[in-house]
């Protein structure tokens, strides 16, 4: 898995994947830099009249529930993406907060147009049950994944990898990735990457340009981005530490961190064990 990780990283550097995103405009800049970091190119476009032309000549597309608007866009995108077979990547923020946003997301699920699923607990539990189980897009603290309920979460990410026939891809303290067959679990990272705001939607940006670089393993694909991220958080925090620094410089160091990372980095660093 470490030596797959690290080809990914290195594959995406080299293949520069186009990475199509509609997402809110809280984290938008944040997104397209840290698709740059990663080797990626980015555009950001949600008009009707040109998001089907736009994803079409992209690697992948990254469709952000953050900010909801642009709903016949990303259908619209999303359908183009299944027609050219490229990666979809659903970010289901704040998904238990509003009707509209539980339905955005059911619909692009039932409809099999999404190929990862990136969120935090609270997301992607609201997502399984209907219920609401945040008013904001930071997890709630009872949803949270922790070494005590470990393999009844993981259990449970599988099932709804099995259930969406996607990647899940569920981030905090802990992250677990799944495909319904294989899954695995990622430790580290920083306290301080839940004090800014868009580690997040940066996490499901990086997944979509590791998937857009490397289409037949959408799996390895989204472990690597939660590696790098995890990888990256560590990095940043030792950084603002020693410079006696805050959080505004932090979410800086983690871009410049994701720009600075080889694949032979990551073996070294990589944390990753599979259940
Ligand atoms: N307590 C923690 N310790 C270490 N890493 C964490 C912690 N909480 C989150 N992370 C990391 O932060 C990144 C973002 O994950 P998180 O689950 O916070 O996303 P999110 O809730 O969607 O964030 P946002 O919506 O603000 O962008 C991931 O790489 C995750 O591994
Ligand atoms: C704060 C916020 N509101 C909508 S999207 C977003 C960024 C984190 O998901
Ligand atoms: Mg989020």
Redesign the pocket.
């Known amino acids: 898995m470490t030596e797959c990780v690290a080809q990914i990283v290195e594959r995406t550097l080299q293949k520069r994947p186009m990475v199509h995103s509609i997402t809110?405009n809280?984290?938008v800049n944040d997104c397209a830099n840290i698709i740059l970091a990663a080797g990626g190119s980015a555009i950001m476009a949600q008009d009707e009249r040109e998001v089907a032309e736009i994803t079409s000549r992209s690697d992948a597309l990254s469709l952000n529930m953050?900010?909801l608007r642009a709903q016949e866009a990303m259908l619209l995108s999303a359908h183009a993406a299944k027609r050219r077979k490229r990666p979809v990547i659903l970010d289901p923020?704040a998904a238990g907060a509003s009707r509209l946003r539980g339905e955005m997301c059911a619909r692009l699920l039932e409809a099999g147009l999404v190929s990862v699923v990136r969120g935090n607990a609270s997301e992607v539990w609201a997502l399984m049950t209907g219920a609401q189980h945040t008013l904001g897009?930071e997890v709630n603290a009872l949803d949270q994944v922790t070494e005590q309920n470990l393999s009844e979460s993981a259990r449970r990410v599988s099932l709804f990898s099995r259930e969406t026939g996607a990647v899940v891809l569920l981030s905090g303290a802990l992250d677990i990735v799944s495909d319904g067959k294989c899954t695995a679990v990622l430790r580290g990272g920083s306290e301080m990457m839940r004090r800014i705001?868009?580690a997040?939607?940066m996490l499901t940006s990086l997944t979509a340009a590791y998937c857009g670089a490397n289409p037949e393993n959408l799996f390895e694909a989204a472990v690597a981005a939660s590696g790098v991220m995890k990888t990256c958080g560590e990095l940043a925090y030792r950084r603002v530490c020693e410079e006696m620094e805050g959080t505004a410089s932090f979410r800086t160091r983690l871009i410049d961190a994701v720009s600075m990372l080889t694949g032979s980095d990551l073996a070294a660093k990589l944390r990753v064990q599979i259940l």
């Open positions: 809110n809280v984290t953050g900010a923020v897009v705001t868009g997040g939607c």
